[in-house]
């Protein structure tokens, strides 16, 4: 059988990891892109890089950026990898309306840079391609819940990015007969989100203020209502999709919602904190109601914890996702195995640690600045 290899762009970030580690349980080969940076960016594969002196390493990580079409044409030359994993991209949602031809670049002629390249090493027929799409493409929503065959609306600049990198993986498939698909995933978390998404802001910044480290959340939409799953179960799917006899376009969700709010009530019960809400709009704000446990010895009750702030609104809000993962299921049979609450207890646990390792430091008398944004 040809050796597996798999190249994925955006191994640096929070899905990169995972399924880097997936496929180097499977037995993959597994290269990387990573992004040249000023500082070290690799903490989330430091775990299982492999230090290039040993003997038939099987994790390799190479400089490259999505808008350098000869970098990617030399990787994908060198790796001849059986599936490429298209990870890469600018993915904050709020930061594309500041950055929005930037990520266009990315997101969307990044994508069509790969495929071409792929076609123009003729590899178009041994190589399976895989494109992170996303629930943002149904932004402004035409249906309840929403399936593969949803009309798109997109609703941001990295929405219409990633609507381009959807339609073009199809062209190739059907003008090429490549085997190219698109995973239609909605928003998937963990305790390695970046730390800027709504999920991790929320459990990292309460978990901070319940050692006394910072002092309230600010935050935008809270009624902004979501399909939340765990990365791990998504990256499985991810693979899945490449494994079939036929490429075909899956929607990945849980078909549960949550709002921004409830996300938060859960939090911090998880860190025996029970919040009050009141006011309206941007008078709205989140009091500490009750503690319970030993988790939050650094607030009080009475304590405003959560309030909002302008700043965090979007100009133009995606109000409401709920996917139906149904198709996965049954031509996959992928069932999500991580509930909503078990990943809230696994990032709250974890950024707890953080905290606790700060608040440490801090007591010893050491100067400790926690990054905000
Ligand atoms: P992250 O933001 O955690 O990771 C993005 C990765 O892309 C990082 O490795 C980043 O590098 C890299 N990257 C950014 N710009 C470039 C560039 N110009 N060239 C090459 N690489 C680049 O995202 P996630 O892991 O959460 O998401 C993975 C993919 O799935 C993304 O395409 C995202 O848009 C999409 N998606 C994510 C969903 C989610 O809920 N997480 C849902 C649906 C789709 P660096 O580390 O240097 O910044
Ligand atoms: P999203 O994720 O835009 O859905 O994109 P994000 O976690 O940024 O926002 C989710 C919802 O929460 C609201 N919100 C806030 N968001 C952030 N980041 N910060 C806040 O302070 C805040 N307050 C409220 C947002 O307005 C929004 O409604 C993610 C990314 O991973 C994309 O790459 C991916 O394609 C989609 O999920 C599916």
């Known amino acids: 059988m040809r050796k597996q290899v798999a190249l994925i762009t955006g191994v640096t970030g929070q899905d990169g990891s995972y399924l880097a580690e997936f496929l180097l349980e499977k037995g993959y080969e597994v290269h990387g892109i990573k992004r040249r940076a000023s500082l070290f960016n690799t903490a989330r594969v430091d775990h299982i890089y492999q230090d290039p002196h040993i003997k038939d390493p099987k994790f390799y990580l190479h400089y490259g950026d999505l808008t350098d079409s000869s970098n990617l044409t030399r990787i994908l030359s060198e790796t001849k990898p059986t599936e490429v994993y298209n990870l890469g991209a600018m993915s904050h949602v709020a930061v594309s309306f500041e950055s929005p031809e930037y990520t266009a670049d990315v997101d969307g002629i990044g994508t069509l ?49 990633k609507l381009y990198a959807y339609w073009i993986t199809v062209n190739y498939r059907e003008a090429y007969g490549m085997y190219a698909c698109n995973g239609i995933l909605f928003n998937h978390e963990s305790p390695r989100r970046g730390e800027t998404f709504v999920t991790r802001k929320i459990t990292r910044g309460l978990s901070n203020i319940a050692l006394g480290l910072e002092q309230c959340l600010y935050m935008g939409n809270v009624d902004s209502l979501r399909d939340w799953g765990h990365a791990k179960d998504y990256v499985r799917m991810q693979w899945m999709m490449l494994q079939q006899e036929k490429p075909e376009d899956f929607v990945i969700a849980t078909g549960i919602q949550y709002s921004v709010r409830q996300f938060i009530d859960m939090a911090a019960q998880e860190l025996g904190i029970s919040l009050r809400w009141e006011g309206l709009g941007v008078e709205e704000k989140a009091y500490v109601a009750a503690i319970s446990g030993n988790k939050a010895p650094g607030i009080q009750v ?8 302008p700043r965090y609104f979007r100009p133009s809000e995606v109000e409401t996702l709920l996917g ?50």
Do not use: C
């Open 302 to 309: 009475g304590q405003v914890v959560v309030a909002i702030d």
């Open 113 to 161: 840079r790969l495929l071409e390249s792929i076609r123009f090493l003729g590899l178009e027929k041994t190589t399976k391609f895989y494109q992170a799409s996303t629930s943002e493409l149904y932004g402004l929503v035409q249906e309840i819940p929403q399936r593969e065959t949803t009309p798109f609306y997109p609703r941001s600049p990295y929405a219409v990015a």
């Open 324 to 373: 139906d993962p149904s198709y996965a299921k049954t031509k996959l049979g992928w069932e999500p195995q991580i509930t909503l609450q078990e990943m809230i207890a696994e990032m709250v646990a974890s950024d707890l640690q953080q905290a606790q390792q700060h608040a440490l430091l801090k007591n010893q008398g050491y100067d400790v600045v926690v990054s905000k944004e």
